[in-house]
């Protein structure tokens, strides 16, 4: 069964850039929905985006991406298929983004998540 | 944004007993609502998607049902591991969390 793992910067200034990594093992990224979900300590998780690789080596092959409205104009996710990895860039940040960052697999839920990443953003 | 509200905040039941959490969607959600477990320091668990399908590996203790607005959880006999906090999720407009129950021991 495919397995999760995230890597991240654990801290982070205001207003830079967070980027974090979620690496799959024991499973292929094409053709799943993979996900970014983030939790504030001792609050509920908070979808982030997702990204589906359809694994299409046409010229036009699509990626398709969706975001939280409330993200959107800051987040962006992307896949490496070569390194079977997806990633979240988050800009702008602030005190409100400190949370642990998980990437999950989503089929009907999510079904599989990774352990998280902790991100503290503090000057 | 769909907006999905737990209750109660907080249930004190003692081993043995059932458990019967609440998720409220500010609309319909069909059925594409989601349970998780979740414990201290790990990630949530899916115990139940679609309303009511147990995901594999789940206890058949476990059981979901409702659809459109209203949705239940129930534990028919609690086992000491199932204290935990539990989130609701709904996928029918993009992806939004309940704010959760805790599940204590009495």
């Known amino acids: 069964q495919v397995k999760l793992q995230e890597s991240g910067p ?4 205001p207003w830079e850039t967070l980027s974090v990594t979620c690496t799959l093992s024991d499973g292929s990224i094409i053709n799943n929905y993979w996900s970014w979900i983030r939790q504030s300590p001792g609050k509920a998780p908070e979808w982030i985006g997702y990204i589906h690789d359809s694994g299409n080596t046409e010229v036009y092959y699509r990626q398709t991406t969706n975001y939280n409205p409330s993200l959107e104009s800051r987040a962006t996710i992307s896949v490496d ?5 997806f990633s979240l860039k988050l800009t702008s940040l602030s005190g409100a983004d400190t949370a642990t960052y998980f990437c999950a697999r989503m089929v009907d839920a999510f079904d599989i998540w990774g352990l998280g990443t902790m991100v503290i953003v503090s000057s | 944004e769909i907006v999905l509200t737990q209750s109660p905040d907080t249930l004190s039941l003692s081993p043995g007993e059932r458990a019967t ?3 409220r ?3 319909s959600v069909h059925r594409f609502l989601a349970w998780y477990q979740q414990k201290p320091g790990q990630a949530p668990r899916l115990l139940i998607y679609d309303a009511s399908t147990r995901a594999a590996g789940i206890p058949a203790r476990f059981s979901g049902s409702g659809s459109g607005t ?5 534990i028919s006999s609690l086992e000491p591991e199932d204290f935990a906090v539990y989130y609701c999720q709904q996928r029918s407009n993009r992806f939004t969390f309940g704010q959760g129950t805790k599940l204590e021991i009495k």
Do not use: D, I
Not at chain 2, 70 to 74: D, G, S
């Open chain 1, 81 to 85: 298929r070569s390194k079977n990895q």
């Open chain 2, 21 to 23: 959490l609440s998720c």
């Open chain 2, 25 to 27: 969607a500010s609309q």
């Open chain 2, 70 to 74: 209203a949705f239940t959880l129930t």
């Open chain 1, 10 to 13: 654990g801290l982070v200034k």
